[in-house]
């Protein structure tokens, strides 16, 4: 079985910094593209910023210059940087992975973490 654990949400203070953490764990064959989407109250949940295995990066315009994505191939896990954060950033913040389950198959399959929840205050 798979599954994606966030960590390192918290509470920090506009201006702040925060590093949220998405590890994969279990039956794994490969890994493609790996993404961190947000989902404010009363909002749908949309993307933060993606990296694929190859390292290319997709952010929203709105971290665009304040989130950095990474990964760690080695370690299946993925990072996000989040800078200069905002109230408006206060949102669950779910870890997303495409891959390859190892049980067979040759399709990726899309898997979501819990979610971590970041909040920023004014």
């Known amino acids: 079985q798979v599954q994606l654990v966030e960590s390192g949400g918290g509470l920090v203070q506009a201006g702040g910094s925060l590093r949220l953490s998405c590890a994969a764990s279990?039956?794994?064959?490969?890994?493609?593209?790996m993404g961190w989407y947000s989902q404010a109250p009363g909002k749908q949940r949309e993307l933060v910023a993606s990296?694929?295995?190859?390292?290319?990066?997709t952010y929203a315009d709105s971290v665009k210059d304040r989130f950095t994505i990474s990964r760690d191939n080695a370690k299946n896990t993925m990072y996000l940087q989040m800078s200069s954060l905002a109230p408006e950033d206060t949102a669950v913040y779910y870890c997303?992975?495409?891959?390859?389950?190892?049980?067979?198959?040759?399709?990726?399959?899309?898997?979501w973490g819990q979610g971590t929840q970041v909040t920023v205050s004014s």
């Open positions: 990296i694929t295995s190859g390292g290319t990066t």
């Open positions: 997303n992975a495409e891959l390859i389950p190892s049980y067979g198959g040759s399709k990726y399959r899309s898997y």
């Open positions: 279990g039956s794994i064959y490969a890994i493609n593209r």
